[in-house]
């Protein structure tokens, strides 16, 4: 009884500033989302855990988890970062976690974003504020055991055109590399 009036409550409340630009985000920009309906949405805004990270400029930033059975089930669960410019919040940056560390930074907190793979392994993203926009600056695959495996960058030495990549493989412990490229190349993996 009491649950179901605090859910009554939370939908027919009035939103502050960072769940109301959750709420503008989670209307606007996601299709697969409109299944949930619109009081669904406005509970899961209300609901959401919101944590301030700074200011960018005179915009305040902060950081907004989703829990929701409606979006994510039991893990991997949506986040956000919302600098709350006036008019139209802004998004920078979504991803999908089982949960998030702040880690002290210059200007906003660097951000280790944790997210199941299977079982026994989760990936860890880390997103560092720069230039308006929280970017990915490393990726690594994490055991239960807490070994890591550093996803691996391949760079080609200037002039070069291949290179040779050591690694190993074994049943949901692989190793990962990645790299950029340009439309037109090609890519060949001899093992």
């Avoid at 709350?84 to 976690?97: C, D, E, N, Q, Y």
């Avoid at 690694?167 to 190793?175: L, Q, R």
Wanted: proline share 5%; charged share 20%.
């Amino acid at each position: 009884m009491l649950a179901a009036l605090f859910a009554a409550y939370l939908a027919a409340a009035p939103l502050d500033a960072p769940h109301a630009a959750l709420l503008d985000v989670l209307t606007r920009e996601n299709d697969s989302m409109a299944a949930c309906g619109a009081a669904k949405l406005q509970k899961i805004s209300a609901s959401a855990t919101v944590k301030k990270l700074g200011r960018a400029g005179a915009d305040e930033v902060v950081l907004a988890e989703v829990f929701d059975p409606c979006i994510c089930g039991a893990q991997n669960c949506p986040l956000y970062v919302l600098r709350l410019s006036p008019g139209k919040p802004r998004v920078l940056l979504t991803a999908f976690s089982i949960g998030v560390k702040l880690k002290p930074a210059a200007q906003l907190p660097t951000l280790i974003v944790r997210s199941h793979d299977s079982a026994a392994i989760s990936g860890e993203e880390t997103y560092t504020y720069r230039n308006g926009e929280y970017a990915l600056t490393g990726s690594a695959r994490v055991r239960g055991d807490n070994e890591r495996k550093t996803v691996q960058e391949v760079r080609f030495a200037p002039g070069a055109s291949s290179a040779n990549l050591r690694g190993s493989v074994s049943t949901g412990w692989y190793d990962e590399y990645v790299f950029a490229a340009t439309k037109g190349q090609k890519l060949l993996v001899d093992g």
